[in-house]
């Protein structure tokens, strides 16, 4: 037999610190992939409607053509002009680019290209066709402007044609310039200096034309701008240039009226008290170095009389400095050769010889001449200094009354001066100006636009947009974000039961399986999903595969079963064991077995997850055995299963607990052998069901049935805001949980236990109910067995 779901663990059903620590650390996949799979429809859904959207977008637009030419721009002056203002022209870059950018899109060139294109009258361009979403979101607009209209139409008066605002430039109406203004591009090509200039419209011809028109009238006015810039300038050089020439003619009359009232004559661009000052000053210098010389001459002379005739004779020679005197050097070179002579013979045949003594004779005789003529030289020099003295006097005399003059006349010169450089000042940018003006007078005549177009607009084949592949993949990217975030969303909220794992981790308690919902018998898939799966299945097939799966009505009744099998397997196995048991973070310990007779007791979180039809099918399970099974609809309030049955009157617990019949007199007979029913009919009046569940009679029933059957299944309240289950626990041996798939939220069930001590020591485990065997297979990992329940169609069916 194949035991489903039933997890009887003796370990805590938590994760260990070190685990928990790690799996919150990583991302899984499989989670990821499970939600992707059970939210598919959220996702698909706004995909679907996001690529609808798209596709009735492509059918209900016109298409459009974009058609551009290139253009070179530079600084957009002349050059001579440009270097007249001394116009960097290594700032083109980006603000030349903007100022065409603003050129191109301005009014001026709009209304000249209008006028050319003559769009006035042009029925293309004036009504274009337009998409369904621009007409629907022009009427959205219109609606909501439409009370500020009628508003602005009351309160405001209109302007009168005269005045009104946006007057026609050029004859041309305002809404076809702001029209051509508006949609008129311009991009920079690269880091180049060329544009694009690019127009879309639904016509390919009429966006080509625009967008020649466009480069056309930027050349234009470009070579407008530049003549009237050079004509200006022009205007301008002719008025300075007259300044100029008169200002430099008055200061030049101006300079020679002032040097000759002042008498300022010059000779050689020199004045006239300037040469007299040099001239003096280069005698008085010569003058002191005649003085100087002579000085040292007398000097030279007087040191020589000074030693007297026997200084000559005994060798002292006699210096005239840098004046050659060749007579005195005649005298001096007779004395010399006389000593010579005197001491060669002295040397040779002693003082005493007659020769010595008269040798001696002709060297005093020599010396007599020579210092003679020394007296006479010293003389003369001495007369020669003290005339050059008094030349040096008489010069520096001189100088100083030119000096004098030189400095009385100095202002007027400095004055003369500035007038003479103020009249070259002008004359020289006086021949500046007039070369400039040449200049811009020519280039007048060869108007050069620093602007050329590269390539002209060619009618367009091809539309440009819209682009199926662009809007798709834009409305496929949106539809995905919408269809994510509203999976997210609903994944956010969605905190119910699903699996079995969500049963441990909200409550600590065992799974004893998934009762499928009986009512459904086909899949509850798309037609896309069915085709699907029939390929993968055609696809992963082999020779020795399985059979297919055997239909869906089939694997839920065999299900349904093995769960039910689960459950007894589980209340036998806990009820013989008696041991301690998790639940949860805590351990509980089972209540002594009383032999082989049980008392169990059915109960819910809410009203209406099924828990007495549980409790009928389980009794039927167990009487299965051979072994008598009581059941007992303990649900006063309700009592969902008696109606179920048929039951309507007669005796019932009611009665029994009020001590009014046996409650061997109250039971009946079910269709199943072995299945006696204790039914709940309930009549009106009575208020006080806490104390007929606790009375005497109904202790007693339950102590004499679990003697008398070998299962007693108690149909209970559910364990909401009432206390009846509450007050059976007691006297029940163990207790099965039921909770609605897709329905009975996590933390309700966790409450709901941890509230009850009692009921965390007789509860057996948790039973999924109603549950969407195709839908739980989104929610289960594909790891577990959950995953794999249609290939065991063979073995349950």
């Known amino acids: 037999m194949t035991q489903i779901g039933l997890r009887l663990a003796d370990s805590p059903n938590t994760l260990s610190p070190r685990a928990a620590e790690e799996r919150a650390d990583t991302i899984d996949l499989s989670r990821l992939l499970a939600i992707v ?23 209900t637009t016109p298409k459009s053509y974009l058609a551009s030419s290139t253009l070179l721009l530079d600084a957009g002056t002349s050059a001579v002009v440009r270097e007249l203002v001394a116009m960097d022209s290594s700032r083109l870059s980006d603000v030349a680019i903007e100022n065409a950018r603003l050129v191109i899109r301005s009014d001026i060139l709009a209304a000249a290209v209008a006028q050319k294109l003559d769009l006035a009258t042009n029925d293309s361009f004036l009504n274009p066709p337009r998409s369904l979403a621009s007409r629907l979101v022009r009427g959205a607009v219109g609606v909501v402007r439409l009370p500020v209209d009628v508003a602005r139409m009351v309160f405001q008066p209109a302007p009168s044609p005269a005045t009104a605002p946006g007057a026609e430039v050029g004859q041309v109406p305002p809404q076809i310039i702001r029209d051509l203004s508006g949609k008129i591009g311009v991009e920079r090509i690269s880091r180049s200096g060329g544009v694009s200039v690019y127009f879309r419209s639904h016509d390919p011809a009429l966006a080509a034309a625009i967008v020649n028109a466009y480069s056309e009238a930027y050349i234009a006015d470009v070579l407008s701008a530049n003549f009237e810039s050079t004509e200006r300038t022009t205007e301008w050089l002719q008025g300075r240039l007259s300044d100029l020439e008169a200002a430099a003619a008055d200061a030049a009359a101006a300079a020679e009226a002032f040097r000759a009232e002042n008498g300022l004559m010059s000779s050689d661009g020199r004045f006239m008290s300037e040469e007299s000052v040099s001239e003096l000053n280069a005698d008085l210098g010569e003058a002191i170095a005649d003085a100087a010389r002579s000085k040292a001459l007398v000097e030279s002379y007087e ?64 010396a007599e001449r020579l210092f003679t003529g020394v007296q006479q030289r010293l003389e003369r020099a001495r007369g020669e200094y003290a005339v050059s003295q008094a030349r040096v006097e008489a010069l520096r005399d001189s100088l100083g009354v030119a000096m004098g003059d030189n400095a009385a ?62 809007v798709l993949a834009v409305m496929l990217v ?50 896309l999903q069915r085709v699907w799966q029939a390929a993968r299945r055609l696809l992963n097939r082999s020779d020795h595969d399985a059979p297919d799966e055997p239909p869906l009505e089939v694997q ?3 299900i349904y079963t093995e769960t ?23 351990r509980v310990r089972e209540v002594p077995p009383g032999g082989e007779h049980l008392v169990v007791g059915i109960t819910s979180v809410r009203p209406g997850e099924g828990k007495s039809t549980l409790a009928l099918d389980l009794a039927s399970t167990l009487a299965a055995s051979g072994k008598p099974v009581l059941l007992i609809d303990a649900d006063m309030r309700r009592s969902g299963l008696s ?24 039971l009946r007979k079910h269709d199943l052998a072995g299945v006696d029913v204790l039914p ?20 007693d029933m339950l102590r004499d049935a679990r003697q008398t059957y070998a299962h007693v299944i108690v149909d209970l309240a559910p364990l909401g805001p009432v206390v009846d289950a509450r007050l059976l626990l007691r006297a029940l041996d163990h207790v099965v949980m039921v909770a609605e798939w897709g329905t009975t939220p996590k933390a309700l069930l966790r409450r709901v236990v941890e509230a009850e001590q009692t009921l965390a020591e007789r509860l057996v485990g948790v039973v999924l109910n109603r549950v969407d065997m195709v839908a739980l297979r989104d929610y289960v990992d594909r790891s577990s067995l959950e995953a794999y329940l249609g290939t065991y169609g063979e073995y349950q069916s």
């Not at 004779?313 to 002579?341: I, K």
Request: proline share 5%; aromatic share 6%; hydrophobic share 45%.
């Open 680 to 699: 709940c009919v309930f009549p009106g009046g009575i208020v006080h069901v806490a104390e007929l569940l606790t009375s005497k009679p109904v202790q």
């Open 409 to 470: 006349g100095g202002a007027a010169r400095v004055e003369l001066r500035a007038l003479e450089q103020r009249a070259e000042t002008l004359s020289t940018l006086y021949q500046t100006f007039l070369t400039q003006f040449q200049e811009i007078d020519q280039q007048k005549d060869f108007p050069i636009a620093d602007v050329r177009i590269l390539s002209l607009a060619e009618v367009p084949r091809d539309a440009d947009g819209p682009r199926a592949s662009r």
């Open 37 to 59: 799979r059970r939210r598919r429809r959220a996702i698909l859904v706004p995909v679907a409607l996001s690529l609808a959207l798209g596709v009735a977008y492509l059918a």
């Open 564 to 586: 039910l099998q689960n459950i007894r397997l589980g209340l036998s196995i806990l009820h013989a064991s008696g041991r301690e048991r998790p639940l949860g973070m805590r």
């Open 478 to 527: 949106m539809g995905l974000f919408f269809g994510t975030l509203l999976a997210a969303v609903r994944e956010w909220r969605d905190r119910f039961l699903r699996t079995g794992e969500d049963v441990a981790t909200a409550s600590g308690l065992p799974f004893l399986g998934y009762l499928p919902d009986m009512t459904l018998t086909t899949p509850a898939t798309t037609s």
């Open 303 to 366: 040191a020589v009389v000074s030693r007297g005739v026997e200084g000559l004779q005994s060798g002292a020679q006699v210096g005239t400095g840098t004046t050659v005197d060749p007579a005195l050097e005649e005298l001096q070179s007779n004395l010399s050769n006389a000593v010579a002579d005197l001491n060669r013979i002295t040397a040779s045949f002693g003082a005493d010889h007659p020769q010595a003594e008269l040798m001696t004779g002709a060297v005093a005789t020599a």
């Open 556 to 558: 839920n009744h065999a």
């Open 643 to 666: 109606r179920g049955l048929g039951i309507t009157s007669g005796p019932s617990l009611v009665e029994v607990a009020l001590g009014q019949v046996p409650w061997t007199e109250a």
